[in-house]
């Protein structure tokens, strides 16, 4: 066994023995006995707190590869999303458009058929004319 005193030394309190020096940060210990091979922490290996101590030094790892896969996935999945909803967008305002361009080539179709329609009237008015004119005349 080695016996071990508390010695404060500013704001932390280290542990003196013959061969090491420990830092303890919040806690008086005077005349702690250690067994060879025990832990500085008061725990055996085998200890409720030390197998805890174990799986949250290992878990944060490892649950912070699964948490980046799931925030990964979760990312591409509502980037997908985002790309679907405005490919539909697309979809839709191409439809519109489509139709848009065929109601305006039947207004121009409808415009040139009146035009041509004019034109016609036009010819037969001055035609018309004309001919009372030449009767007028003549």
């Known amino acids: 066994m080695i016996?071990?005193?508390?010695?404060?030394?500013?704001?932390?309190?280290?542990?003196?023995?013959?061969?090491s020096v420990m830092a303890l940060r919040g806690t008086?210990?005077?005349g702690?006995?250690?067994?060879?091979?025990?832990?500085?922490?008061g725990f055996g290996d085998e200890?409720?707190?030390k197998k805890m101590k174990v799986s949250c030094t290992k878990s944060p790892a490892v649950d912070g590869a699964n948490g980046f896969k799931k925030a990964w996935s979760d990312a591409v999945r509502e980037i997908n999303l985002l790309?679907?909803?405005y490919?539909?967008?697309?979809?839709?305002?191409?439809a519109v458009d489509a139709s848009q361009i065929q109601?305006?080539?039947?207004?121009?179709?409808?415009?040139l058929s009146l035009e041509s329609q004019l034109k016609e009237k036009k010819e037969h008015l001055r035609q018309a004319i004309a001919i009372i004119s030449e009767k007028l005349q003549g």
């Open 3 to 19: 016996r071990m005193g508390a010695v404060r030394v500013g704001s932390y309190r280290k542990m003196a023995s013959k061969e």
């Open 28 to 30: 008086d210990v005077v």
């Open 32 to 41: 702690t006995k250690l067994k060879e091979g025990e832990d500085a922490d």
């Open 47 to 49: 200890s409720p707190a």
């Open 83 to 85: 790309f679907s909803k």
């Open 87 to 94: 490919s539909e967008l697309l979809r839709e305002r191409t």
């Open 103 to 111: 109601e305006l080539t039947d207004i121009l179709n409808e415009a």
